[in-house]
């Protein structure tokens, strides 16, 4: 009976084997000096690589300096500004204006309020692109990849662990399972090997 125990006995050691090496990617969070051996987390000791490499993907392949000033300075942006202003300035002059300012309110009626409208309109049709380029500008001058890096550099590594296992948690879980399956098959074949030899002599 022991020896049809062995594929359990093998899936276990398979399954827990892989879950000390999954944990070993996190743990010991902190280094750990035993003499001979010292032990950290992969992760956590790899932090400041990690961090690196993340900055340099971010700032050259998801948010470059060109994306960036794409996303920020195109024609739908500039009509959004336009219109934001526009919004403002009506409720502005048909409103606080006239609060504070009775004598000027006598002569702002409404179809002087929508000539001065017009007239802005005409002035933002050039100042919007301007002032979304500058605003492009600025954006351009953010160093992504030192921001990226000093991001992922103060994590706790509490956090670090959080963070990647909310993207690879089930991968690590399949890990486990197929340590444990392939651990029962490699038990499987030692008792027909074993049922095998003993058959033989």
């Given amino acids: 009976m022991i020896l049809y125990a062995i594929p359990f006995i093998s899936a276990a050691i398979g399954w827990f084997t892989n879950y000390v090496a999954i944990k070993?990617?996190?743990?010991?969070?902190?280094?750990?000096?035993?003499?001979?051996?010292?032990?950290?987390?992969i992760f956590p000791k790899?932090?400041?690589v990690l961090a690196e490499r993340l900055g340099r993907i971010v700032a050259n392949d998801?948010?470059?300096?060109?994306?960036?000033?794409?996303?920020?300075?195109?024609?739908d942006n500039r009509s959004k500004l336009k219109t934001a202003i526009m919004v403002q300035v009506d409720d502005y002059l048909k409103t606080k204006f006239k609060e504070s300012n009775k004598m000027f309110a006598m002569f702002l009626n409404d179809k002087v309020i929508e000539q001065l409208k017009d007239r802005l309109s005409v002035m933002l049709d050039d100042l919007a692109p301007q002032l979304m380029l500058q605003v492009a500008g600025k954006v351009e001058e953010?160093?992504?990849?030192?921001?990226v890096h000093d991001r992922v550099i103060n994590f706790s590594n509490e956090k670090l662990e959080n963070l990647m296992m909310s993207v690879i948690k089930k991968e690590l879980?399949?890990?486990?399972l197929a340590g444990a399956v392939l651990g029962f098959f490699i038990g499987v074949v030692q008792v027909g090997i074993i049922v095998a030899g003993g058959n033989i002599q």
């Fill in 24 to 41: 070993m990617l996190f743990y010991p969070r902190e280094e750990r000096d035993f003499g001979l051996v010292k032990l950290h987390g």
């Fill in 173 to 176: 879980k399949f890990i486990e």
């Fill in 46 to 48: 790899r932090k400041p």
């Fill in 142 to 147: 953010i160093d992504v990849e030192k921001l």
């Fill in 62 to 75: 998801l948010l470059s300096p060109k994306v960036l000033k794409e996303r920020i300075d195109n024609e």
